[in-house]
């Protein structure tokens, strides 16, 4: 199995910015895919970014060219550098990763935006 913990989520102004960060313990060596989703008030669960041990990122319509996810493959940590921050950001953000036997999610962190 593996474990996930997520941090750096918080109050911020629109404008502003963040940086998540989840650090994952466990069977690591079996982690292909790292990424992060959110889930706001009211709607369904959003893929906000992907990245593979190689390096190949995704990112949903709504953060593109805003977010940036990256990894330190040595500290099995994934990040969510998020920039220019909007009111409709505002959603528990969980960090996730996909193995060669499974799924795992953190427990999430709450990201609000707001003046």
């Known amino acids: 199995q593996v474990q996930l913990v997520e941090s750096g989520g918080g109050l911020v102004e629109p404008g502003g910015s963040l940086r998540l960060s989840c650090v994952a313990s466990?069977?690591?060596?079996?982690?292909?895919?790292f990424g992060w989703s959110r889930r706001a008030p009211g709607k369904e669960r959003e893929l906000v970014a992907t990245i593979t041990r190689g390096g190949s990122t995704k990112y949903g319509d709504s953060v593109q060219g805003r977010f940036t996810i990256s990894t330190d493959n040595p500290k099995n940590t994934v990040y969510l550098q998020m920039n220019s921050l909007k009111p409709e950001d505002t959603a528990v953000y969980y960090c996730?990763?996909?193995?060669?036997?499974?799924?795992?999610w953190g427990q999430g962190t709450q990201v609000t935006v707001s003046s």
């Open positions: 466990g069977r690591t060596f079996s982690i292909h895919t």
């Open positions: 996730n990763v996909d193995t060669w036997s499974g799924n795992y």
